[in-house]
């Protein structure tokens, strides 16, 4: 069992920059793959990027490289997303994830998920 927990979501304006931190609890962390999905409002849940257990594989979606960086610290049990130049289309609650599977965009093979974060974007 892995619980998430993640924060600094929050307001921004366009072009600005956010950090969100997911903080797990729970043995293991540091052998699952972690993600990073959004919601925006009125739309499904979609892929952001994922990262292996020893951070040394990272997937993206397309649209976002470039832009966001997944990174990980098992000693803290925590993954990161860096969000920089930052678009009102990035407008979201962001969710971290859980797997035991290689990083993937898949969410149902996402086992654990966090509570969410929200994050708003102005123009």
């Known amino acids: 069992q892995v619980q998430l927990v993640e924060s600094g979501g929050g307001l921004v304006q366009a072009g600005g920059s956010l950090r969100l931190s997911c903080a797990a609890s729970?043995?293991?962390?540091?052998?699952?793959?972690m993600g990073w999905f959004r919601q925006p409002p009125g739309k499904e849940r979609e892929f952001v990027a994922a990262?292996?257990?020893?951070?040394?594989?990272?997937l993206y979606a397309d649209s976002l490289k470039g832009r966001f960086t997944i990174s990980r610290d098992n000693a803290k049990s925590t993954v990161y997303l860096q969000m920089n130049n930052l678009k009102p289309e990035d407008t979201a609650v962001y969710y971290c994830?859980?797997?035991?599977?290689?990083?993937?965009?898949?969410?149902?093979?996402?086992?654990?998920w966090g509570q969410g974060t929200q994050v708003t974007v102005s123009s």
């Open positions: 994830a859980a797997s035991n599977r290689v990083p993937t965009m898949t969410r149902g093979l996402y086992e654990y």
């Open positions: 729970g043995r293991r962390f540091s052998s699952y793959t």
């Open positions: 990262i292996s257990w020893s951070g040394a594989t990272t």
